[in-house]
């Protein structure tokens, strides 16, 4: 139905993506979370299907039809997510890495709901696993793509991301940019490569932004 699927240069590759955020529970009511609604995963995910690929999704609590043809997993919390990304791991050729993951979850997390006193409520908030940096640190041959998403200095960040991290490429948002990072049908971003090469990638729907950017991948793959 779709033109592009004429072009299969996933088939026969396994991709793994993560999308979407995460939920950080307090009680049975309250959880921390942030502004990722998971539309530029999906992009990839319906993308990377369309290419040929065998495509697994997991994806933090977001409102998005699941892509035709991809296996999805739902998770909540940043734990969650790291177990069943280091499980599915292994065989995996190219790993995207698009979630806006927790840095931090609540130090106790309480079965019953905490109820209202006067005076201030402290929180306390602990860290919780880096899933793209155990992803790197375990690597054989995936090719592993993260995101960043920054505020100022998104270039310099961004490379230290990917140095730290030990990933083959980095995508950069910068999300304070008139059409870019959450919540949108657009992202501008940056594409950083282990080798130090920069593609710029202008305004464009995420779908169109996915398709180019695992285009890309496909060539880096080839000339490896
Ligand atoms: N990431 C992850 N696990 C975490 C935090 C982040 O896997 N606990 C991944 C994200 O999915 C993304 C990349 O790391 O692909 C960069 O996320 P970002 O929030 O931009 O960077 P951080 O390393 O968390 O640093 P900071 O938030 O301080 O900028
Ligand atoms: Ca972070």
Known sequence: EEQESIEQSLVGKRVLITAGPTKEKVDPVRFFTNHSTGKMGYAFAKQAASLGAEVT????PVSLDTPRGVYRIDVESAQEMYEKV?????????VIKTAAVADYRPKKSYSTKIKKQSGELEVKMERTNDILKALGQHKTSQFLVGFAAETTNPLEFAKQKLEKKNLDAIVVNNISQEGAGFGGDTNIVTYINGKGEQINYPLQSKEELAKNILQHVVNELKDE
């Open 57 to 60: 999704l997991i994806s933090g």
């Open 86 to 94: 280091l499980e599915h791991y292994e065989n995996q050729d190219i």
